[in-house]
């Protein structure tokens, strides 16, 4: 008997086997991951979750550092502290980025144009070009986005003739990005296709507009005909008061009796909030 116990102690511990190794933490924009660094190469980072042997990998990129379990700090690059935003009226807290590597681990969502034209041959052209950039953060905030990244940017100041003159204009375009994705897993749980809502505000920025506009709802019928998930991205197909619309909506929020979906028509960009009928 007491040579049967250190035998089976033996056998447990080669069944059972103990990871007394702690955990490292990659740190990305888009939140925290705890496993076990396997290899870090010049643009990828392999690792594997607790308790599991399958190795995944993250682009390096989108890494801010690596804080071992041996206590050891790897540093790759800063990450921008963004604001989770609210809604479309909290378009001040979208950030400005004027280099791509500031966008490195966020997800691109769209292209948006925006433009801004003085009222007078005597207007600053320095308020003009900020009423351009406020109305592409507005632009992206509808969108979904808390990031910004200005590609191109046209600036023409005051001309003043004897025959007339011209006052000062801006014209921005700009790539949004957002730093988290609405699960799609639990949204295909709560949502279905063919579900019936009602369409109960709708707010937008359009080409010629200086500030988010409300616009009038009357409660039209609004069906889900498709779901449809890209890169990360929920968007449906609707049918909106027995017009079956070829737009994309994508979702930025949800609840069981509600979504939030935002879509654009050319340079406009809209939000509407549907409940379920």
Same mark, same amino acid.
């Given at each position: ?6 035998? $089976?102690?033996?056998?447990? @511990?080669?069944?059972?086997?103990? &990871? ?18 396997? !290899? ?8 594997? +979750?607790?308790? !599991? ?30 604001? +989770? ?18 966008? /490195? ?21 320095? #308020?003009?070009?900020? /009423? ?9 905030? $509808? ?12 600036? !023409?100041?005051?001309? /003043?003739?004897?025959?007339?003159? #011209?006052?000062? #204009?801006?014209? *921005? @375009? ?10 799609s897993t639990k949204f295909k749980e709560t949502i279905i296709a063919g579900n019936?809502?009602? @369409?109960?505000?709708?707010?937008? $920025? /359009? &080409? =010629?507009?200086?500030?988010? &506009? ?10 889900? =005909? ?16 027995? +017009? ?27 939000? *509407? ?5």
């Amino acid at each position: 008997m007491k040579i049967l116990v250190p035998i $089976l102690l033996i056998v447990l @511990l080669n069944v059972c086997p103990v &990871n007394s190794q702690v955990a490292d933490t990659i740190i990305t924009m888009r939140g925290n991951i705890i496993g076990y660094v396997k !290899e870090v190469t010049p643009d990828l980072i392999a690792y594997t +979750n607790p308790h !599991e042997t399958v190795i995944y990998k993250i682009e390096k990129a989108a890494v801010a550092k690596i804080s071992f379990g041996s206590g050891r700090v790897e540093k790759y690059a800063d990450l921008k502290s963004l604001s +989770n935003l609210q809604g479309a009226f909290e378009w001040p807290k979208v950030d400005v980025a004027t280099t791509d590597y500031e966008t /490195r681990g966020l997800y691109k969502i769209d292209f948006v144009s925006t433009k801004a034209t003085g009222t007078t041959v005597y207007s600053s052209v320095t #308020r003009v070009q900020d /009423r351009a950039i406020n109305k592409l953060k507005m632009a992206s905030a $509808l969108l979904g986005g808390n990031l910004v990244y200005i590609k191109s940017e046209s600036l !023409e100041g005051n001309i /003043r003739s004897s025959q007339g003159g #011209r006052a000062s #204009r801006t014209q *921005i @375009l700009g790539t949004v990005f957002c730093s988290e994705l609405v699960d799609s897993t639990k949204f295909k749980e709560t949502i279905i296709a063919g579900n019936q809502y009602s @369409l109960a505000s709708k707010i937008g $920025l /359009r &080409n =010629n507009d200086s500030d988010i &506009n409300t616009f009038k709802s009357h409660g039209q019928p609004v069906n889900v =005909n498709s779901i449809q998930i890209e890169k990360g991205f929920i968007y449906l197909g609707l049918t909106i008061n027995r +017009n079956k619309s070829n737009i994309r909506y994508r979702v930025l929020s949800f609840t069981d009796q509600q979504i939030l979906v935002a879509y654009k028509e050319g340079t406009a960009y809209y939000n *509407i909030l549907l409940i379920e009928r």
